[in-house]
């Protein structure tokens, strides 16, 4: 708590700045040291981890694209249902699924059958 009125404690926090010749205290003040070289490592550092970041967020990009192109192809809007639908195969990864690569299986009027591996419609017709 604070003394009677004659400035005590508190007071005197106020001049502790200043010694009693009037100049300014510079003993509490650690030496300020600038090292250059590990200035221009810690640079290159930060330089290094933004290019890996810039890299990443390309790599991401791409990744969302080779998603999206193929799905865009395969997705129509219908205006009187006021939404999107798939006109085609929707279930695949298509940055690795080549949607528009043709079947070896045959057409789809032979899917109430089942086939066997030596059947003729497992086979390409020769061209």
């Known amino acids: 708590m604070a003394s009677g009125g004659d400035g005590g404690e508190l007071g005197s926090s106020a001049s502790t700045a200043e010694n009693h010749d009037g100049e300014e205290e510079t003993t509490d003040l650690e030496p300020f040291f600038f090292d250059e070289a590990e200035a221009v490592a810690d640079h290159e550092r930060r330089l290094l981890r933004e290019q890996e970041a810039a890299r990443k967020e390309e790599c991401r990009v791409w990744a969302v694209n080779a998603e999206r192109a193929p799905r ?56």
């Open 72 to 127: 865009d192809r395969i997705l129509d809007y219908d205006p009187k249902q006021e939404g999107k639908y798939y006109n085609r195969f929707h279930f695949a990864d298509f940055s690795t699924f080549a949607i528009d690569e043709e079947s070896p299986l045959g057409p789809m009027r032979y899917t109430d059958r089942v086939r066997n591996e030596g059947d003729q419609h497992f086979h390409r017709p020769a061209r």
